[in-house]
């Protein structure tokens, strides 16, 4: 019996949606206010999610505590109060878009996760816009 | 990488669930009080998902700018404030059920979407009350 | 010890925001989209608060079942499925706004109330408009 | 045109987790303070979806007063205001973890939706909690 | 410049509504389902609120990491988890109905808060039903 | 009949918490992961209230239409993508902690409201973290 868990979180983070290698023109033609180059923020939530089969000794597919403290070690730990262009290596040469941030969380996770078991991501950047990303 | 990304949006209508070549008791025997020949109403809530290829160039799968705006364009300007029996010609003929309603949007909405991404339209007729449509 | 307790509700509604003794264009320039002759509606929730001293007896201020029962009763009777301006006596000559809506509803329910006890009603027309009376 | 329509209910209950042939010791090295064995509780919310071609006729894939009810027998009679380990047959012998609860509800339903529909369940433990279930 | 500061935090616990001294007839006709022997439980949601002026060094009214952990060491070690009844010292003779469990709280964080702030609790025992106490 | 009407707004931001004459040590020992000197951001959410008679011409307190704006015009255009140590010329000097942007929108919001009338205005730093102001 496959059943998905799921578990959410949330950091809070500064960025700017921009290229380096584009002029400032450009970037804000194209992301508008989000280019300001003095940063926004935003609360991000977080769901994570683990489809697998349910163990039979525990009633569990995976320990919810487990999860939550893998979120906080590889994501937490990341990317709360922290400037995603700035402070976090992986956005040096990628734009901090929702989609950029759920790829890169996705790959952070998935080699912690039962190779069985199949993760989904879905971060909302805000309560209107949110990604979801399966690998 | 393939993400869908998704936008909430709302409108406020009034409607009344029933058959014109349905007797009044009939239609109260279905529809029960959503019958109300004066109509009664709802928040309306929109999330619109689009599944497609991150484009490198920019970070994201579509601009929610572009979205957002479209569905303001498509489905808010049509449905919001309004009587969808009496002022939506989509449901002239058509019970504005949750169901019928976003097959409507799914429609007004498919052909300004990239052919190649997919479109999901979850309408929320209450908090307790919602649907998805795919296509 | 004087505590505030509580009830959630909610009703459906269609309304119409006009004046009957104005000019259609007078009430198109104060109401907006919200004259709309045909009608929109809303998903309205409703909070009522009352407010006195707890029954040393039973732990309570007051049994929620009673007053989730009296609400039911006073307001979701009333007002549910229903079209404001046309199915309830209330509102034939008292234009349906938050305002007005939850002073009626205060005005209904406070006979009901102990007459020791504060009585407080919130009503949401939107998830991003809602009012607050107190008598 | 397949649409599905999802319906929120939710329950009160009292739950332990743990195995009755595994130790104390071993039960709160898995289960932690879930392994209260005087109980601890959750307001659980439930979302029951049915995915199914839209009916011509009515509009409706399921009508949500049907779906409603259904829950309400099937689902909150069995478990609302309830200790899950005790009050509860299924649980007698079944650790009540959220993958385990979803399942029994699963099959409680599915007997009542037509077998041409699919059925899922979401199972809220908390709003950071949460399981899916697809049968 | 007198704020008030706010802080959400939740505890999930089993109860039962009783008195020891009633029949349990007497508490089945008052208290109804929440009389069940065998207990139900409650994700409890509390907002504790702290009233003071602004201090202009640091533009705190208090600091909310230091709010959050005095709501941790008095309110969630005392009652996470746990079944009100039987594991907190504070309900062996007086129901914990919610409006009791918010004087309880109030009385646990008082002496903690600067005696010239006022301080509020907001518990929530369901998202329905919730009771606000001033002290 | 005095009611009070509120609308919710919301505006997302990069802040830093630190006082320019503090050293770096003792801002890190006051402020903590919010003393990051790249700052980090949120979504904050905003509720406007304004409390006064009920216009029996109309049946508003105030034009909800003439609220959003105004929340548009003096609060949304100041620090909507913004930074708000940077960006905003009423932080250069004061921390811009939760309880310091309320009231600066208070401020902001003060002169255009019925003198009257009364204003509060609660901000959401997180769903977690919130601050009332009256005045």
């Avoid at 960025?15 to 380096?20: A, E, F, N, T």
């Avoid at 734009?95 to 790959?107: C, D, F, K, Q, R």
């Avoid at 080699?111 to 399966?134: C, G, M, Q, W």
């Amino acid at each position: 019996m496959k059943v998905k868990v799921s578990r959410k979180a949330n950091f809070n983070a500064a960025h700017r949606l921009y290229r380096k290698d584009w002029s400032f023109e450009k970037n804000e033609a194209v992301f508008g206010k989000c280019n300001n180059p003095r940063y926004h923020g935003h609360n991000y939530d977080l769901i994570v999610s683990v489809e697998g089969e349910i163990d039979p000794e525990t009633g569990y597919v995976m320990d919810m505590k487990v999860l939550k403290d893998l979120i906080k070690d590889q994501v937490e730990e990341r990317f709360d109060h922290k400037n995603l262009n700035e402070d976090v290596p992986d956005f040096q040469n990628l734009n901090p878009t929702a989609e950029n941030i759920a790829v890169v969380i996705w790959n952070y996770l998935r080699p912690h996760i039962d190779s069985a078991n199949k993760l989904e991501v879905v971060l909302y950047e805000t309560p209107r816009n949110f990604v979801t990303y399966n690998g």
